[in-house]
């Protein structure tokens, strides 16, 4: 704003690029020369009157622009600005400027800065990119990181742009880094602990029960509130058999229109007062994870949602309105939460989101599926895309009655037993904790081992979100989350996982994932029997081809086998051929396009 040209700002941005050499700008130092004081230019020259000698001291408030019109330039220019600073001639011949200090000048991109509050969750990330140049002792800043400036707003005297001169900086830390547990936040948190002979199950409903009536005003969707509550209390990393692995949840809900899901996820957040909402619509890759713009003829690379929310709670609604091709790309942030970019520019940011992705389903409505679980994988091209959710949830029309929906709320009965700043500081707490500090001991892990086989053996399919290989860590993450939740921890530090917590959390994925507008049970049984061959038929299978050996080794040699290649290649008659092929078939041993035309074998 112009209105501020020359006056003192202080605000707050995100450096977005500042990757360069600074320059090095002379600010104190010296003008000499010898004047001859009868001669024209000497009889009006400062110097004349210091025996050839004026001392140079440019300060950032009196001479900005002087500063700033040595930027990039020559050593020829520098004096001749040093010169124009001290109404020096420009023709004298004899005069030098001698360095005696320089400073660092960094060329800096900026943009607003957006923290982990929901006040924001209306508000894009803003595309409004400034150039700032900052005046400093140590030439490095974090990139991707927020500071608090002090500076003048001056016309830049090659552009006449308005840039800003800061003079002093502070980084500024998040509401994540400046919280810490006191004795008595301590005391006030254990309220979020199972009291006596009261279960985790227990305790979360009963959180939830007061969350329904003070919060959300959500009604019978417990279930995904649950969920919900898991994402946010998730940690960010912890140690696990030996490694490191990531903490935060990543979960998927699907529902009908007109099913509470945004107003169910953006009242929790208000409640919190933590988390970002982006819907898709209109979103695009730069808007989300990267992109690359072109600022004063200069390729610019400004990171988006996820990196301005690294460590934060993140919802991303619509995502069914995401360019699919889009969607695919952010598999690296989703799995290591680290944005590369290898494009015109270069760059690295960290992207480590807990998240809800929302979406609508793509066939107008759960109902229209034979089994709900497949609203999920729809709204992706790849299976690897849905294996990296933790968990998926459904919610589906008709699955609340009316006279919940319409209930007469009355929240003045009661005050909240878990109010906002417990709520937030429960939170705060969880998200500052760091791998060492979440404790999975030898029975807790064998539990989370034990039941990652359970889990991974009901829920085999073609929908890998039990896969044997990453099943155990998700579970882990979700123990630790409810651990979290209810504050298992003896000083308030330390987070003890037990194996009621693995329960707890075993029996919530076998709860939503039976529950009838999913249906992830019925469909994975139905996906076994056709897909998993068993003992009983493998030996059938061995018995009735073990004299023709001929046959078994054409079927396994042939990518795509037809009645006839069948009949010639291993002297059969038709009729006999077909019946291989017919049985193969019915047994879901081949994969038939049609009997009798053609097909591939599908046997392990």
């Known amino acids: 704003n112009a209105a501020y040209i020359g006056h003192g700002v202080t605000f707050e941005a995100k450096i977005i690029d500042g990757r360069e050499a600074p320059y090095a700008i002379p600010v104190e130092g010296a003008l000499r020369c010898t004047p001859e004081v009868e001669k024209k230019p000497c009889d009006t020259c400062p110097l004349a009157g210091n025996n050839g000698t004026t001392p140079v001291h440019l300060s950032t408030k009196k001479h900005m622009q002087h500063i700033l019109a040595m930027c990039d330039k020559d050593d020829k220019e520098v004096q001749r600005v040093i010169r124009k600073s001290l109404h020096v001639p420009m023709k004298c011949p004899g005069c030098y400027f001698a360095r005696e200090r320089t400073v660092n000048v960094i060329d800096a991109y900026v943009s607003p800065h957006i923290d982990h509050k929901v006040a924001g969750q209306n508000k894009s990330i803003s595309n409004l990119i400034s150039r700032i140049y900052i005046v400093s002792e140590d030439p490095t800043m974090d990139i991707n990181h927020v500071y608090r400036f002090h500076g003048y707003p001056v016309p830049h005297p090659d552009t006449q742009r308005i840039t800003v001169l800061v003079d002093s900086y502070d980084s500024i830390h998040t509401v994540i880094d400046d919280y810490a547990v006191t004795p008595q936040q301590h005391e006030r948190l254990k309220i979020f602990q199972p009291k006596g002979s009261e279960s985790i199950e227990d305790k979360v409903n009963h959180v939830w029960e007061d969350l329904e009536r003070h919060a959300t005003s959500v009604w019978d969707r417990r279930y995904v509130g649950v969920g919900l509550d898991l994402i946010f209390h998730s940690c960010l990393s912890f140690s696990f058999q030996g490694q490191k692995e990531r903490g935060w949840l990543s979960a998927i809900l699907v529902g009908d229109s007109d099913q509470a899901k945004t107003t169910l996820i953006k009242r929790l957040m208000a409640y919190y007062d933590l988390g970002s909402y982006l819907s898709a619509e209109g979103a695009s890759r730069a808007g989300v994870s990267h992109g690359a713009h072109k600022v004063d003829w200069k390729w ?156 991974s053996r009901t829920y085999h399919c073609s929908i890998s979100l039990c896969e044997t290989g990453s099943m155990r860590k998700k579970l882990a993450r979700m123990a630790i989350a409810a651990a979290m939740r209810t504050y298992s921890t003896p000083d308030g530090m330390q987070c003890v996982v037990t194996p009621a917590h693995v329960q707890f959390v075993e029996d919530y994925l076998n709860y939503i994932y039976q529950r009838d507008s999913m249906a992830f049970l019925p469909f994975a049984k139905q996906w076994q029997h056709k897909n998993v061959i068993s003992d009983k038929l493998r030996a059938e299978f061995r018995a009735r081809f073990s004299c023709r050996r001929d046959v078994l080794e054409w079927l396994f040699d042939s990518d795509y086998i037809h009645t006839s290649a069948l009949a010639d290649s291993c002297n059969l008659d038709r009729g006999a051929a077909k019946d291989i092929l017919s049985y193969l078939t019915r047994n879901h041993l081949l994969v038939s396009k049609s009997l009798g035309v053609g097909g591939r074998i599908d046997l392990a």
């Open 300 to 455: 610019i690379l400004e990171y988006g949602f996820y990196a301005a929310n690294d460590r934060g709670f993140i919802c991303f609604d619509e995502i069914g309105l995401l360019n699919r091709a889009d969607l695919k790309k952010l598999g690296t942030v989703r799995d290591d939460g680290v944005i590369s970019v290898n494009m015109v520019v270069k760059g690295e940011a960290l992207g480590r989101a807990r998240s809800i992705f929302s979406s609508n389903p793509t066939k107008g409505q759960i109902s229209d599926y034979n089994y709900g679980i497949r609203a999920v994988s729809d709204l992706f091209d790849m299976d690897k895309d849905v294996r990296r959710f933790d968990f998926a949830l459904i919610m589906a029309k008709g699955e609340v009655k009316d006279e919940s929906i319409n209930r007469m709320l009355r929240r003045e009965d009661a005050e909240p037993v878990y109010i906002p700043s417990d709520c937030k500081a429960l939170l705060l707490g969880t998200w500052r904790r760091t791998a060492d500090q979440s404790i999975l001991g030898e029975e807790t892990t064998q539990a989370i081992l034990d039941a990652a086989t359970r889990l």
